[in-house]
């Protein structure tokens, strides 16, 4: 029953006015008496009653739950205010609702999912989701090689959800509507199933969503399998990231299709803003949770609240992969400038924009941070990658130009020098003492032609991007040579393959040191041990970034003095990282450097403070996101929003948010990197590069035309105070070019993913 009571005052008026008026006055009422009619989906009914009974206010409503099919015909035909719905709109229903010129707002309410989940050692790792028959659709027992042909041929022991379960019904929509054939063991609960699939037999599979498995809490012995799709066979893991960003293909949104105009409709607006809430009340996810639905990543529930107050239409959640629909075999060159330093993260971008567009070339030309900023804030480039934020001054002749940048904060990198603990050997090193240890001081190494200066390549020489090879040298027109697979892959002979770095003497001829070869010769403080670095070979990036820094980075050698200068021996049968940080655990006078992701603690090491010139700094996570170490390196590539209106550029920006490149980030595990904040940005992301695009041909857009602003000087990125000492590649002008390689076949024309 709709009650008026709280509109006594406006019935008085109104009575009084019918005696002089012939014309009838309710049509003048507010329409948010009005009762808000609402359709679709079945499955859907009970998770939209719960919530309008959980509102306290009064909400006059009818709900007539036809079918999916039949709310899209209703909302568009203008009979209807909201639709519920368990798939996305279709063009061909998008089409009804603009001829009629009605304007939805989309609104995710929940998340429905299907996992599998088998035994650790299970020969099955990754599924496309149109081979979900295979398993569920069959008359005969299913065996490991139905699904992968070099399986063995054993039969596979099937568990799942009853016939009501969340899972099931996700299953059926999967199998487009049609009821799983295969004879399967149905568990009452989620734990029920969890002693098969732990067990010895590895031939056990179980189907249930993704919010049953989050009750077990990580069952030891047991993971669950990726998906993929034909059109996409990166296989993805379940998460609830992966589901609300539409990368995990055996899932559905349950959403809402809301007509603009009704919003203000008997309350509507208030029902879904109590719903959605802010981040302390959202009664919606605790009501989906309830009924065995996921809940949305936080940011999506957020889009929901944005979507619903600004009356943002059109697909906001349910809109196409890319924004940008260039053809994939589109021939091209994209030109960044910047650091590079950077490069070491920004090349697996790169490699997968290659793997995506094989005929674009990606030239970077290193030109150092100054220069890149001066050049991306005066207009001439589009795309820098950088390692350090813009200044003051710079943010402000981007300002002045009109010019905003995009930036995409990749991670942090840094490398770390460790001494064996309990040496007495120092806790702290400044610039002058690390040249010491490091930088060869005999005038005699510098005719070397394999010992290149820290930081640079020679003037005749290119890096060009081998996707077999990684990146190789081309000196004079010669041919490249890809990188041996040792260790660092830098295809040099260490100094000494056979003997251990413990059982080697000290030179005898003092002509042969290209430095101090004792500890206390660089500060008499220190204890009286010989000096034994345990060095990354020759040309390593490792190297280069303590030289930039402690040495200014140009015309500096690598110390090569054996024993003083030891590389991983080839005969070791260690990795060069575990040899080296081994070694120097177990030598007295030992140091070695290695990059922050690949450092092991250790009770018999102890890592070395390095003294920049701000005083002694520790690294760790913060000091590495920070800045304040001065061994660290941030990667950002940044984008003038204004180029984005490049097809190839924009492309080049959705790639930095693309699955194959935040799985190349994860693996490289870089400090500040933040998977979820990624997953989170797509949404904006795509909306800017929409509108950006739209923009440049004119073209309306009937999506959210919100800008996203971030501020790169902003407080989640390193801050400019605490920027190590600036680059000194300004000057290196060595280009870089990205091809991704085509074979022998020729490129088949394809939509952008």
Not at 455 to 466: I, K, R
Not at 607 to 624: F, H, K, Q, W
Not at 729 to 746: K, M, Q, R
């Amino acid at each position: 029953m709709v009650k008026y009571g709280r509109h006594t005052w406006r019935l008085l008026l109104i009575g009084c006015l019918l005696f002089t008026m012939s014309m009838p006055v309710f049509a003048q009422d507010s329409a948010e008496d009005e009762a808000v009619v609402i359709v679709g989906s079945r499955y859907m009914e009970e998770l939209i009653t719960n919530l309008i009974t959980a509102y306290e206010g009064d909400f006059p409503y009818t709900l007539e739950a036809e079918g999916v099919e039949d709310g899209f015909a209703r909302l568009c035909d203008g009979t209807a205010d909201v639709s519920m719905s368990t798939r996305p709109i279709t063009d061909e229903e998008m089409l009804n609702c603009d001829n009629v010129g009605i304007q939805f707002v989309e609104v995710v309410a929940a998340l429905d999912s299907l996992v599998l989940a088998v035994n650790a050692d299970s020969p099955l790792n990754c599924i496309a989701v149109e081979d979900l028959g295979t398993i569920f659709q069959r008359e005969t027992p299913l065996s490991w090689i139905d699904l992968d042909p070099t399986a063995e041929d054993v039969e596979v022991n099937i568990y799942g959800s009853s016939s009501t379960g969340r899972a099931f019904s996700t299953l059926r929509a999967l199998l487009n509507e049609n009821e799983p054939r295969t004879a399967y063991e149905v568990f009452e609960t989620p734990a029920d199933v969890v002693e098969p699939l732990q067990s010895a037999d590895i031939n056990a599979l179980a189907f249930m969503s993704l919010a049953e498995w989050e009750t077990l809490d990580n069952p030891t012995n047991t993971r669950l399998v990726e998906f993929r799709t034909a059109a996409a066979p990166t296989c993805v893991a379940p998460s609830t990231g992966t589901i609300t960003t539409r990368d995990y293909p055996a899932a559905r949104l349950l959403m809402l299709y809301v007509n603009a105009t009704s919003l203000g409709k008997g309350g509507l607006i208030d029902v879904l803003r109590f719903g959605f809430g802010d981040a302390e009340s959202r009664p919606v996810a605790g009501i989906a949770t309830e009924l065995g639905f996921s809940v949305p990543l936080e940011a999506a529930i957020d889009r929901n609240i944005n979507n619903v107050t600004g009356a943002i239409t059109g697909r906001t959640f349910s809109r196409g992969d890319s924004p940008v629909t260039i053809n994939t075999a589109i021939e091209g060159n994209i030109t960044i400038e910047g650091s590079g330093a950077a490069y070491a993260v920004t090349q697996g971008v790169y490699a997968s924009f290659a793997n995506d567009f094989p005929n674009v070339t990606v030239d970077v030309k290193a030109l150092g941070n100054d220069q890149a900023w001066a050049n991306f804030c005066a207009g001439t480039t589009a795309v820098i990658q950088v390692t350090r934020p813009a200044t003051d001054e710079e943010a402000a002749a981007c300002a002045e130009m009109g010019i905003n940048p995009y930036p995409v904060y990749l991670g942090s990198q840094a490398v770390v020098m460790t001494v064996k603990a309990d040496a007495g050997l120092p806790q702290c090193l400044d610039y002058s003492q690390i040249q010491q240890l490091l930088v060869a001081q005999s005038a005699a190494t510098e005719d070397s032609s394999d010992n290149t200066p820290a930081g640079e390549t020679t003037e005749s020489e290119d890096t060009s991007y081998n996707p077999n090879g990684g990146v190789v040298l081309v000196q004079d027109g010669a041919t490249p040579v890809p990188d041996e697979e040792s260790g660092d892959g830098e295809g040099e002979t260490p100094a000494d393959d056979t003997e251990s770095p413990v059982e080697e003497p000290l030179p005898l001829d003092p002509a042969l040191l290209q430095g101090p070869a004792r500890w206390n010769e660089i500060n008499s403080a220190w204890p009286d041990l010989p000096i034994l670095v345990l060095a990354p070979s020759l040309g390593a990036f490792e190297t280069d970034i303590i030289l930039s820094h402690a040495a200014s980075g140009r015309g500096v050698l690598r110390r090569t003095d054996a024993p003083i200068i030891q590389e991983t021996p080839s005969t070791s049968g260690l990795t060069d990282v575990d040899y080296r940080l081994g070694a120097t655990g177990n030598f007295d006078g030992a140091i070695t450097y290695v990059f922050w992701n690949q450092y092991t603690a250790a009770d018999n090491l102890a890592l070395v403070e390095i003294d920049g010139g701000r005083g002694c700094v520790a690294p760790s996570e913060s000091t590495l996101q920070d800045g304040s170490y001065p061994f660290a390196l941030s990667s950002w590539l940044v984008f003038s929003e204004s180029g984005v209106s490049d097809e190839l550029v924009a492309s080049l920006l959705w790639q930095t948010h693309s699955l194959d490149v935040l799985n190349i980030l994860s693996a490289m595990q870089l400090v500040g990197f933040d998977r979820a904040a990624f997953e989170n940005e797509r949404d904006d992301l795509f909306t800017l590069i929409e509108n950006a695009l739209a923009a440049s041909t004119d073209a309306p857009v009937g999506e959210d035309t919100s800008s996203v602003e971030d501020e790169i000087t902003g407080d989640e990125t390193p801050s400019e105070d605490s920027t190590p000492a600036e680059e000194t590649d300004d000057s290196t002008t060595d280009e870089i070019e990205t091809n991704g390689e085509t074979g022998d076949t020729e490129a088949t024309p394809a939509a952008s993913e």
